[in-house]
């Protein structure tokens, strides 16, 4: 039986350190595995890629690189019954892989490519405006936190410049009023954000936006954080990024269970296609990458990407 090939595609500009390809020799070649690489070198570049490895029979596509990188990966392989979806975390979040308990450690995340024992999991992808999202869509507070962590904070604290930027936004946030059509229909509520989510994980182990959005379930979630909710987002913005502390010293510290970000100041709905504009119009951001216009359009994918995740 014939090795299974694993495309790698990595972003350059991802993380600090890079891919090592001596890294990547060393685990691959315990495995019945072939290997090729290729490296992107501007937007747009990871999709045609991917695209291209799913056409010429690539068992695994695996990205390195942040979740605007598998994005671009998971659009080309939307419906793919043969290519299967490797990450290897190489961004400032890594949210897709902590969802889906993928290893943020390169050679663990590397072994997880190659290894047949493997687990396929298939999960459900979103459209924005015709683009393709993994996690979600957020339009005022949120965006604003992605325009706000600048290279180098993302480098030296990860996840938690996006925090840290949303805290130094938060003192006088601006409210809007969103307009929602949600499968039909119609709702107006003001806000300081508006999220419509794929997958509720923030990138810390065990923390979600809320406790049962799911990767897997057919429906985006929509939530607006009332204006009522500013102290109790601020509340929790304080305690996730003291979180870093705790659980960098204390192995006490538990995240198996999934605890909730936001508490009872919202509005929550579920669809599987949503319409929203706001007044007045804020930032956009769809999986870390800030967008154009003053309308979305989103859909939900169900069951279409198939994505390598650690045995059981």
Known sequence: MPN???????NPGAGQEGLNLKTVQNIFAAYPVDWDIR???????????AKEAAEAGADVVAIY?????????A???????KSCLAILPGGTANVMSVELGIPNKLEDALRVA????????????GTVNGRTFVLRVGIGLEAEMVAGADREAKDKYGVFAYLWAAAQNIAAPPVARYRIVADGEEYEVEGLTCIVANSGNIGLSGVNLISDTAV???LLDVIVIEPAGVKTFLDVISSVLGMNQTEAGDDS??????RPLLGSAIRRWQAKEVEITCDPPQSIQSDGELLEGDLIHCRI????????????
């Open 4 to 10: 299974r090939f694993v495309q790698i595609i990595a």
């Open 39 to 49: 490296i992107t070198k501007a937007a747009g570049d990871a999709e045609r890629m």
């Open 65 to 73: 690189g942040g979740d605007g990188s598998v994005a671009e990966a």
């Open 75 to 81: 659009a080309a392989l939307a419906g793919s019954a």
């Open 114 to 125: 190659a290894d047949p024992a493997s687990q396929v999991r298939v999960v459900d992808l």
């Open 216 to 218: 897997d379930d057919g």
């Open 253 to 258: 510290v538990q995240t198996d269970e999934t």
């Open 301 to 312: 994918q169900p069951r279409a990407l198939r994505v390598l995740v650690p045995a059981a």
